[in-house]
């Protein structure tokens, strides 16, 4: 070691510390980052993406349409032509399973984007102001959370009769509870937090409090429990749809396509096969990323 | 104690009366439904069905009187089939499917468990890879094609079990499989995530601290701490394996309350959807409400206030 | 103390392999304990006191964590070279630990009776019946009322003080050779966390154990210590007899520390936080001596060179450039 003359020398430094803190992340980029290492839920992404692209473009590749029927090359095993085969009918098989896309993902989309309106607004109402009204609300979403709710989808779909907008309905209002609860659960956190308590002093209205505060930093759960919710409902019409309460025909779902390729898989396997690996493959890619936005979001686990 | 006993059935009452309420009259809401007589039905039915809900009576009586049968567990005739009534299908078709939904639960607590622990106990080692994969594969994948899979393979390639119907133990083996695919993925998954929650408790580091082997942490410390949520999980499941029968049994033709219920959706036989859908229900609730005066015994630290706790 | 010492730990390292890069939680430690001595380790959060002790039980996870470097001799042997069957032996029987949070600490599905006895059954070889008498025993040595019907309770039916009762004698239900007490009152309120203080005091006086007190609070120490060591970013700044530091600091942190520390005149306890500034970030640690960024008496070189270790007295040692002969003399008063 080289001692100078200089080195006993006092520094005066007032900020130094400073430079010592690690560059701080946000939230988000934080949970984006934890999320990019995530090789699965990276994969589920990205088949997301690609399947969303395909559903919105596909159709337009082809010239055929879902019920373009060819009676003079009925079962028709995969080929060239026809890549997934076709059906009893002479349908391009996957032709319809493009078409199914649409049709299922836009259930999931819209049933799960239902939910989630009537979950935060209900869960935020309990939540924010709390007391009685939450006491009240709360006791509500418990006692129909003992409704056993499939069997209520099946009832209302008797009732309304099968049909897009009617599976929507039914699943946007079946499945909010396990939301409300959630976001509720959260608001009642957040709102001691300081920085409501500040924004309240300043004179912000409950309201603004509510939806410019509380709300979007609920973003993480509400993000999961969506991502969960999609799938569900892919696959709630897919059962209904195998009890003879899907989307009315010629329309199809990958359920309703599931469900007849049923019927013929002994003599054609490949009708169930490929919607059988869509709804699959959707599920898998869906659970994978909402696996991996539990562990980027759960604070409790950042470190 | 006994006043969180009392509020949670008083509570489990009120939806149960909520859901014979919402159904009754979504029920009437069915044009040509069963509660209206036109169309053409058998006449014997019609005066069946006259007689049962007293169709001339104004709304709320029937109404009343509806719940006065359900007092006594008369869910009525059938609207399609004349002499038979609800309670004899349940009767029959029931204990069916009761017998693969109690092996189906069995499988996947007896297969759920295990996998979960192991997953966790081998954290990020190819072992947890490996059962959360094919757990997550088992989530994703429906059970209808995990059970026209199956079929496929073992019964039409390779011949090994019969592909439908009823009768013994190896008619027994497809569908409990396919029924218990799901559940037993979700309880691998939950026992996984509540054991890592737990074996990251300090509980467990003073267990370690103790000096205690590790088969005992885990038996002793762990797994009882780990296993209380996956109770609260038995509800759901009975009711997923219930609502799975639906599929399952019409698959494999297998003559159970799921596969009739099916069919008398797909005949709009209305009585008998009205009165299933409530004998499930009560099920499912009396179930639910089973599991919730359990889980007190079995956690010591459950604060009893009557209300649920999240 | 000319026996030979009970616990020997030598420049013990320990680190933590994160996403981030490596942390040296520990670094270059050494201190002994000697035989039914009570020394204490403060210092401000993450400057590695829980680390250190975990160490010396070995419940770091590994991976992350990692002893990098050097010894941890008990008795004669080296802990760190232990089996796990071996050191299972020694947990609990010979080295007892307890932690900060004594409401998470116990097992809410086991009664207090069977956590107690469990170790006695194991280490002791006692049968159900000794060991729940044992455990009754310890319960009343610790000061719990009626233990007979209590020992068959459950950890929610106790208040926090009671709990860190209760894990207080399960450490030393086993007569422990070193009972290490890692913030056993930090999750305490005051007049509670005085009341456990006490009762390691007294029973350090009757079972002769000795006793490792992680603390924050220089206070808690100074009731129950003889020796001292301040730690300070993974590293030991000072060490002496608890006269050396309370009295003859030499070390500005230890400066800063002491000035903390309540007054008798006072009611509230401050906090730590009067010391300016944020503990350094261990995964970039500043060079030289960790302290400089928030050292009021920091000079040139304290920037570029870890302090050499100047040995004062007997068992006095400090890591402070200030003590160089050619460095000014500093005011103890200024505090930046
Ligand atoms: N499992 C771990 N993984 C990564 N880093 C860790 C881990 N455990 C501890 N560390 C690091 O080691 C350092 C020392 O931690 P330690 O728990 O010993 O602090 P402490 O002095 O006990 O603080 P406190 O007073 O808050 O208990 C911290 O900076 C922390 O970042
Ligand atoms: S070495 Fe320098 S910076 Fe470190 S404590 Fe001493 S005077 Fe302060
Ligand atoms: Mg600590």
Redesign the pocket.
């Known amino acids: 070691m080289h001692l100078t003359s200089h080195s006993f020398e006092p520094i005066l430094k007032k900020d130094a510390a400073a430079n010592h803190i690690r560059p701080s992340m946000t939230y988000w980029q934080d949970a984006w980052r934890r999320l990019k290492k995530n090789k699965l839920a990276m994969i589920g992404l990205y088949i997301i993406l690609l399947i969303l692209l395909i559903a919105l473009a596909g159709p337009w590749l082809s010239t055929l349409s879902y019920s373009d029927q060819d009676l003079t090359a009925t079962n028709q095993s995969p080929s060239a032509e026809h890549w997934f085969g076709t059906d009893n009918l002479g349908r391009d098989l996957f032709i319809r399973v493009l078409y199914g896309a649409r049709i299922s993902l836009s259930i999931g989309i819209v049933a799960s984007i239902l939910n989630l309106t009537i979950g935060v607004i209900y869960g935020g109402i309990a939540g924010f102001f709390g007391g009685r009204t939450d006491k009240v609300m709360m006791n509500v979403v418990d006692i129909l959370y003992g409704i056993p709710v499939l069997l209520y989808v099946i009832l209302l779909m008797v009732v309304l009769e099968p049909g897009l907008i009617n599976i929507f309905i039914a699943l946007g209002i079946a499945y909010w509870l396990r939301m409300a609860r959630i976001v509720r659960g959260q608001i009642l956190g957040l709102k001691e937090q300081d920085y409501v308590l500040a924004a309240r002093t300043l004179g912000a209205g409950s309201w603004r409090i509510l939806f410019r505060h509380l709300i979007p930093n609920s973003m993480g759960p509400i993000i999961i429990t969506m991502t969960l919710a999609i799938p569900e409902a892919i696959f709630t019409e897919a059962f209904l749809s195998f009890i003879g309460l899907g989307v009315a025909a010629p329309m199809a779902s990958w359920g309703v396509l599931a469900s007849e390729g049923i019927t013929s898989l002994r003599s054609y396997p490949f009708q169930l096969f490929f919607p059988a690996m869509a709804i699959s493959i959707t599920m898998l890619a869906f659970n994978f990323l909402g696996d991996g936005l539990r562990d980027a979001l759960d604070p409790r686990v950042r470190? | 104690m006994l006043r969180y006993m009392l509020i949670r059935i008083f509570n489990s009452l009120l939806v149960l009366l909520a859901i014979i309420t919402i159904t009754f009259f979504l029920m009437h809401a069915i044009p040509g439904g069963p509660f209206t007589s036109e169309k053409n039905i058998p006449a014997a039915v019609l005066k069946n069905i006259e007689e049962h809900y007293r169709l001339h009576d104004p709304l709320w009586k029937q109404y009343i009187d509806y719940l006065g049968n359900l007092t006594h567990f008369d869910l009525g005739p059938s609207f399609k089939y004349a002499g038979r009534t609800v309670n004899d299908l349940i009767r029959e078709s029931f204990p069916v499917s009761l017998q693969l939904g109690m092996v189906s639960i069995a499988l996947s607590i007896l297969l759920g468990i295990p996998a979960g622990a192991i997953a966790a106990l081998r954290q990020n080692k190819w072992q947890d890879y490996a059962t959360m994969f094919l757990a997550t594969l088992g989530v994703s994948v429906p059970s209808f094609v995990l059970a026209t899979l199956l079929i496929y393979i073992f019964a039409i390639k390779l011949s090994l079990l019969p592909a439908a119907m009823w009768g013994g133990i190896t008619y027994m083996i497809l569908p409990a499989l396919t029924l218990a695919g799901q559940p037993t993925a979700f309880i691998a998954r939950l026992t996984r995530s509540s054991m890592l929650e737990v074996l990251a408790q300090d509980y467990i580091k003073t267990a370690r601290a103790k000096g205690l082997s590790p088969a005992l942490i885990l038996y002793r410390h762990a797994l009882k701490n780990a296993l209380i949520p996956i109770i609260t999980y038995i509800g759901p499941m009975a009711a997923g394996i219930l609502t799975g029968s639906f599929i399952i049994e019409n698959i494999f033709a297998i003559p159970g309350l799921g596969r009739h219920f099916v069919t008398s959706i797909y005949n709009r036989d209305y009585t008998v959807i009205l009165g299933v859908t409530i004998f499930y229900s009560v099920l499912i609730i009396g179930l639910n409400l089973i599991v919730d005066l359990i889980y007190p015994l079995l956690n010591p630290r459950i604060k009893l206030t009557g209300k649920q706790g999240e | 103390m000319n026996s030979n010492p009970l616990l020997s730990v030598e420049e013990l390292t320990?680190c933590?392999d994160?996403f981030a890069g490596e942390?040296k939680?520990?670094d270059t430690i050494s201190f002994q304990v000697y035989p039914g001595e009570a020394i204490g380790i403060v210092?401000?959060?993450?400057?590695?006191?829980?680390?250190?002790?975990?160490s010396i039980m070995q419940l770091?996870?590994t991976p992350?964590?990692r002893y990098a470097k050097g010894k941890i001799l008990f008795g004669k042997d080296d802990l760190l070279q232990k089996s796990e069957a071996d050191m299972a032996k020694i947990r609990g029987n010979d080295i007892s630990i307890i932690f900060?949070d004594a409401m998470t600490s116990l097992n809410p599905v086991l009664t207090i009776g069977m956590q107690i006895g469990e170790s006695l059954q194991l280490h002791q070889h006692m049968n159900k019946q000794d060991a729940y008498a044992r455990a009754v025993e310890m319960l009343r040595l610790v000061g719990i009322p009626s233990p007979e019907e209590r020992i068959k309770e459950y950890p929610h039916q106790f208040s926090g003080g009671m709990r860190q009762r209760v894990m207080i004698a399960m450490a030393l239900s086993c007569n422990p050779k070193l009972l290490i007490a890692?913030?056993p009152t930090?999750a305490l309120d005051v007049t509670i966390q005085a009341q456990i203080l006490d009762l390691m005091k007294d029973l350090q006086g009757k079972l002769n154990t000795a006793i490792i007190l992680?603390s924050?609070d220089l206070g808690a120490i100074a009731s129950l210590c003889s020796r001292v060591i301040v730690?300070y970013a993974?590293k030991i700044a000072e060490a002496g007899t608890a006269i050396d530091i309370f009295h003859q600091p030499q070390h500005p942190y230890t400066w800063g520390l002491l000035q903390s520390l309540p007054r008798i005149d006072m009611m509230q306890k401050q906090k730590l936080a009067i010391i300016p500034g944020q503990?350094p970030?261990?995964l970039s640690p500043p060079t030289g001596c960790p302290f400089h960024p928030r050292c009021p008496h920091a000079m040139s070189i304290c920037q570029e060179h870890y302090p050499e270790t100047t040995v004062l007295t007997k068992g006095h040692m400090v890591h402070c450039w200030l003590q160089h002969p050619d460095a000014p003399k500093p005011n103890r008063e200024v505090t930046a």
């Open positions: 470190r | 320990v933590f994160t942390v939680a520990v210092g401000e959060s993450g400057c590695g006191k829980s680390v250190t002790a975990h770091i996870p992350p964590g900060q890692d913030e930090t992680i924050h730690m993974g503990p970030d261990l």
